[in-house]
Every structure is written in C-alpha cells, then in structure tokens.
C-alpha cells in the first residue's frame, strides 16, 4: 500500500504530514527542503536543541537528522527522543556524510530506522522517506486500534495508563495541574437487572458519547476505566475548572432521560464523580492522585449519589 492509500485509508483524517529537517548547514537544509516542500509541512532545525524542543511541541512525523553537529550531535539527540515516552515514536532517519560502517551500526542500536547518505539524491530520500512514513502511520493506526473500548469507542484503560503517565510528566514539566475525573452509573447492576445487558450496552455508548463531547480539549482523554466507570484526564485544569466541567456531564447524563426505576435516586439514569487535582512534583507519583479521585468518588455514592465531590492534592 503506498502512502496515498494508507492515508486514504484511515477511520479519521490525518493532517499534513510534517516532516522535521536537522542539519547545522543551511545549504542541506535546503537541499532537502526542495525535496519535500509543498507535499510535506516542513519543519527546520539548525541545532539539537532546537530539534527536541520542535519534536515536543510539534510532533513531527518523521526526522532528517544530521550526525555532525556543533553542540549535541545527532546521535545523541536521536538518545534523547528515544528516551521520552513523547517523542519515542518519532521516526530518525540520519544523515550523514561518514560511510563508516560504525557510525551505522551505532546509529541503529540507538533507535534510527534507516541512513541517508550526503550528498543526498532527491529520488532515494524520497522514497526512503515515503516508506518510512507509511510503516510509522501503519504502526500509529495499529496501536490506535488497540487503545480503544470496543464497545463505547472511548480510550481503554490500556490508553489511560499510558496517556495519565505522559500528562503527568507534562504538567511536572510546565508546572500545571493535572485534574481527574472519575464518575459511575449509579445503580447499574439493577439496571441491566432491570432492563438487560443490550439496553445497559446502550446506556454505556450513550453515557460515552456525552464524555466525549464535553471533555474535547486536544490534550484531554476519556477512557472506559472499569464496567460502568469512566474517568476524564484534564491537564492544565484546576479543580475548579474540572470540578464544573464534572457538574456539566453530570448534567448532560440526566438530559439524556434515560429511564432507570430501579433507581434509589431518580427515575432516570444519573451519575456520581470524584474529581482529584494536583500540580505534579518530583517527589511524587500519579499513584496518590489516582487514589485521591477514587475516594472522592466513593465519597459521592456513599454522600448519596447524584452528586460530584472534589479535592486538591498540596
Ligand atoms: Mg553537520
């Protein structure tokens, strides 16, 4: 399947894709931009440092990334990004102008998936770019597949334990609080007792949608956390601000009208939520936020249900 196909081919649209160029000589900067202009974003970087920074915020799809650097090298910039859970699918692909066997075999033990040799040929750059491309989006589209609640379509716990750890280190890194969300059906049991398992399955698709609407922000996740449990992932919200958007869906869910006699708190549907906030630390793990939404939530039934308690972590 060539790139085209395998783009056309995916269940959401991807962007341009963005192709990142490392080199300190602006004359291969160029070279290479000429190669990938106008049918790549082109993203440039004249240093490591530089390159890093862009591969944080900007997530390339790939990267040209040049050896011989003043600074740090390629090499080590290749370590870098290897090492962060962020940036750790990012393709390299190096440059270089030393054929020496070594270099190649280095390069490869740490993470580079191909070698381009300069002077570089427009024809093979682009090929091998193209290629690699393609594995990167099929290997994206695969681990997407497997991320997902098969039946809510929300991000499965597996996701969640992934996506809670790199908020954690972003919002440790930006100094900001990370606020989560974690609500419940109330009286579930006695209502697939009450209704059966198909109309429950509904209630769950219903109730996810009306998640997913509501917690949107592009750094935002909602993942199905257990049977009837949800939980949101707000970076950069404090407990206020998750705190009224777990009053919205709380809200949202009863709009829904869902009927639910078997109910001790309405007539319809409800939930309950525990919201736990924190400006992560180096001392310590998402381990106690995690904990700290549970029991607030736990709060929220045994207080009566129908109803959203929070807490701060300081
Ligand atoms: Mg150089």
Not at 203 to 228: H, K, M, Q, T, W
Request: proline share 4%; glycine share 6%.
């Amino acid at each position: 399947m060539n790139l085209e196909q395998l783009l056309a081919s995916f269940p959401h649209p991807v962007g341009p894709l963005r192709i990142l160029i490392v080199d300190d000589q602006a004359v291969n900067i160029r070279a290479l931009h000429e190669v990938f202009r106008g049918r790549f974003e082109v993203l440039m970087a004249t240093n490591g440092e530089q390159a890093i920074a862009l591969c944080r915020e900007q997530r390339p799809d790939i990267i040209l990334l040049d050896v011989v650097m003043p600074g740090i090298s390629g090499h080590e910039v290749c370590r870098r990004l290897k090492a962060d859970p962020e940036t750790r699918n990012i393709p390299v692909i190096f440059v270089t102008s030393q054929s020496q066997e070594g270099d190649e075999a280095l390069g490869l033990e740490i993470g580079a998936v191909d070698f381009i040799s300069k002077p570089i040929n427009p024809v093979i750059v682009s090929a091998r770019v193209r290629t690699h491309l393609a594995l990167k989006l099929q290997s994206d589209l695969l681990r997407s597949i497997a991320m997902i609640d098969g039946l809510t379509k929300v991000a499965n716990r597996r996701k969640f334990d992934e996506e809670l750890d790199l908020n954690w280190r972003y919002c440790l890194r930006e100094r900001r609080p990370l606020s989560l969300v974690l609500l419940d059906l109330d009286y579930f049991k006695q209502f697939n007792d009450r209704y059966g398992h198909q109309e429950g399955d509904h209630c769950l698709i219903s109730v996810a949608e009306v998640l997913s609407d509501s917690v949107r922000r592009p750094r935002d996740l909602v993942a199905r956390y257990g049977g009837e449990e949800f939980v949101g992932i707000l970076p950069d919200t404090d407990c206020r601000g998750a705190t009224s958007r777990a009053e919205v869906i709380r809200a949202a869910v009863k709009a829904l009208k869902i009927e639910h006699l078997g109910s001790a708190v309405g007539k319809v549907v409800t939930i309950s939520a525990g919201v736990a906030t924190q400006i992560p630390d180096f001392g310590s793990t998402h381990q106690a936020l995690l904990a700290a939404v549970d029991q607030q939530l736990y709060r929220a039934k045994h207080d009566g249900r129908d109803r959203v308690c929070a807490t701060e972590i300081t």
